[in-house]
């Protein structure tokens, strides 16, 4: 099991690097038995997770607002019933920086049809940095600051060492889909129109 392991893994990251994603790390794949478990079949970069009634949910996650310390920001409860796009990035990051013109126009382009980009700045521990990078760029979506790892660790078992990276949770916070690189709006647009038309499954 543990070799099995860490070879997706390596086919993972391989495969990353090759896209230009920053990585760092070698993360494994974690099981988690109630909530998300992250598998990358023969080193894919990008999964989707159908049907929906397969999908698992993440754990509770939250952290302070990246633009307000003193506010503290939770998917579950500040984004009830929305489609969530989760964004995995730093302001020290290349691509990271070269996508956020993307996730700006899904956000303008989704947020009135009940769906949200969700930011997850990682390593940075100066936060005035990421924050100088949002307001000069223009970026309206929320994120939180996360320097330590500590709210990422609600997605067990998802590679956090490799940045950008972009998860879509489904109207129930379910994992519809993984990227493990940079994005366009144009890459995302469909899968987000499609989640938003499907119906919530009674609980």
């Known amino acids: 099991m543990r070799r099995t392991k860490a070879a997706l893994a390596a086919l993972l990251l391989t495969g990353v690097l090759a896209t230009g994603a920053c990585a760092t790390g070698n993360d494994a ?3 988690g038995p109630e909530t998300f478990e992250f598998v990358s079949p023969d080193g894919q970069i990008e999964i989707h997770y159908d049907p929906p009634a397969d999908r698992k949910p993440v754990a509770t996650l939250t952290g302070p607002d990246l633009l307000d310390p003193d506010r503290t920001l939770t998917v579950q409860e500040d984004f009830a019933g929305q489609v969530v796009i989760l964004n995995l990035w730093g302001q020290w990051c290349g691509p990271c920086r070269a996508e956020s013109d993307d996730l700006q126009r899904l956000q303008e382009e989704f947020e009135p049809q009940g769906a949200t980009v969700f ?42 060492s490799v940045v950008p990276a972009t998860i879509i949770l489904d109207k129930q916070h379910r994992v519809a889909a993984v990227y493990l690189a940079e994005i366009t709006d144009d890459k995302l ?15």
């Open 29 to 31: 794949v974690v099981v």
């Open 119 to 160: 930011g997850i700045n990682l390593r940075d521990p100066n936060r005035q940095k990421p924050v100088d990078f949002v307001e000069d760029n223009g970026i309206t979506f929320p994120s939180i600051w996360d320097p330590s790892n500590a709210a990422v660790a609600a997605l067990r078992g998802f590679p956090t």
């Open 189 to 203: 647009s469909e899968t987000v129109t499609a989640l938003l038309a499907e119906e919530v499954e009674p609980g």
